[in-house]
Each structure stands twice: as C-alpha cells, then as structure tokens.
C-alpha cells in the first residue's frame, strides 16, 4: 500500500502533466496557474487512500481524483472573488492576476473541466460516481449561501454554524472517502462508513481552522492570526463566546463586532481576552476531539483488516496534528 506522501507524489505529477490545448489560451492558463501553486491535495489523497483499502492500484483512479482537485480549486477561486482576497498560497488571487470577469469564466470552466474528468471513471461506476459528485456540488453550494448570508445575522446557533460547515467544507472530504471506496467495489455499507469518517474528520479539520485563526503560530498557520475575529466571522469561537458571556463581556464583545472604525491587533486581543476568560479554547478543543473519535468509529466499522487502515488512519492523525 502506498502512504500518503506517495500519494501526494502521484497527484501533483499527474495535475502537472494534464493538457489544456483548447483555445482561447486565456482562459485556460489561470485554470492552470491555479492548480500549479500548491495546496494539501487532501481531498484526492483521501480519495486514493479509500480506494487503496480495497485494492492496490490507486494510480488507476488518478484522474477521477484529480477532478475532485479541480473542482475543490474551482471553489477557492470563486471564494476568492467573492472575499475580494488578494492572495491565495502566497500568490496572487486569479481576480488580481487577470480580473473578475476571467475569474469567473474560468472557475465556470474548472467547474466543467471537473466533471469532464470524473465521468472518465469505469462506466459501469458513471451514475452512482456522478450522482454522489452532483450532490456534492449542490450542497457545497448550499453551504457557501448560508455562510455569506450569516454574515447579516448576528443570532446564528451552533446548530446552524455545524451544518453549515459540514456542507461547506465536510461533505466534499466525504465525498473523496466514499468516491474512493465505491471506485474500488467495497460493499455498500463500507462506503456509507467511509462517507461519515470523511464528514466527521472535515468538522474536525473546520473547527481546527477556528481555533488556529486565533491561537495559532503564523509562522505556522501560513497567515496572521485574528482575521475571523477582524471580519466578525460566525465561527464556533464567536458564537459560543456570545452564548455564554455575561452582560459585561456580551456588551465589549457587541462594541467590538459593530465597531467600523479599530485598531486591528487590539480588537484580536480584546476579542481573544474573552474567548480566554469563558473557556472557548478547550470548549472548541473537546468538540474538535468528539469529531476525531466518531470518524475513527466510522473506521473501525468499515470490513477491511485493521493492517490495510493503517495509511487513512494516519494521515487522519496528521491532519488533526497542525500545530497551535
């Protein structure tokens, strides 16, 4: 079986070696610049990693994987827009290295690109591969919408905060486990356990993100740290935070998210004042672990020799492990 570091290998030499030979050029060449400048690739390395439990020729699903990429990067680059953000990886964002309307014809392209790529699967797999990567599509969607509009709320639960991570980010890891098991002929019940593994860890790995916004080492982290709590985002943290604070707190945390006019290192550090004071840290922390503990259930359920889950057990562990 291969690791994840091999695997990672095999992805980005096989997205490197993809050709883009249609015309217009310019709309091609910031797909390509877009899938060149990094990432985790977490999304196709699950997907090899899940197809790997069951048979030991991942390289022949690379290209299914790697639509999986495509589309993932298809998102960021539409995010992008929408944030209006400067920088993606350490380099321009494709709306400031072209302009908003080539951002948008070629994120429309990646996103057709994707499912181009994915339909190259066996054909007897096409419609249970495209109808889970269709739904998919459609509840990341869903996710994005309830995201921007909580940005006008300031009532937003926990409850809504969870299910609007879990399509966001959650059901697109879960979609790569699953993908990867159905590719490989696992039994059904195998690849609904892989499905909810896939959406427990992508909870997890959000709300690790919320925590690392604020308590991170940016050297680390890749970013300053606070940008959440600058934009008044309704992360775990805030939420929680305003649930739980008393009449004092609520009103310094309310001064600080309607504030227009502030000092940016002094808003984190109030903000993070009272995250430490109602115990949001270890509260987020403990949720994080409850996640982490139901996907390696979800795991343990799946049919396969413990042995052969040993390389998706790790790189789970290692996705949990970035660095405070």
């Known amino acids: ?97 072209w302009d908003a309307n080539t951002a948008i014809l070629s994120g429309d392209s990646m996103l057709v690109l994707a499912y181009q790529r994915m339909a190259q699967c066996d054909p007897a797999k096409l419609k249970p591969v495209l109808d889970l990567f269709t739904e998919t599509a459609l509840e990341i969607g869903e996710g994005q919408q309830y995201d921007m509009d ?8 926990e409850a809504e905060y969870i299910e609007m991570i879990r399509l966001k980010t959650s059901v697109l890891l879960a979609c790569a486990t699953k993908m990867g098991a159905i590719l490989a002929d696992a ?20 709300l690790q993100d919320d925590l690392l916004d604020v308590y991170g080492d940016p050297a680390v982290f890749g970013k300053a740290i606070g ?17 739980r604070a008393d009449g004092e707190q609520r009103a310094e945390l309310m001064r600080w998210i309607t504030a227009t006019d502030f000092d940016r290192s002094e808003k ?26 139901r996907a390696n259930e979800c795991l343990s359920a799946v049919g396969v020799a413990e042995g052969r889950k040993e390389q998706l057990r790790a790189y789970a562990r290692e996705m949990m492990h970035r660095k405070l």
Request: proline share 4%; hydrophobic share 40%; charged share 25%.
């Open 150 to 157: 909580f940005e006008r709320r300031t009532d937003v639960t």
């Open 1 to 97: 079986m291969l690791t994840s570091t091999e695997l990672l290998g095999r992805v980005n030499g096989f997205l490197a070696g993809l050709s883009y030979d249609r015309k217009p050029e310019s709309i091609y060449a910031p797909i390509k610049y877009v899938l060149s400048i990094g990432g985790k690739r977490i999304r196709p390395v699950l997907m090899l990693l899940a197809y790997n439990l069951y048979k030991d020729n991942p390289e022949s699903i690379l290209m299914q994987a790697c639509a999986l990429e495509t589309y993932h990067n298809y998102t960021l680059l539409h995010d992008d827009l929408m944030d209006n953000a400067d920088v993606r990886r350490g380099k321009p964002t494709v709306h400031r290295k």
């Open 187 to 206: 039994p059904e019940a195998d690849a609904d356990a892989l499905y909810k593994f896939g959406e427990q860890i992508g909870l997890a790995f959000q």
């Open 227 to 243: 940008g959440d709590i600058v934009s008044n985002k309704k992360t775990y943290m805030l939420i929680n935070a305003c649930q």
């Open 268 to 293: 984190v550090a109030a903000v993070t004042r009272i995250y430490d004071q109602l115990g949001i840290r270890s509260l987020c922390e403990e949720r994080i672990n409850g996640y982490f503990s």
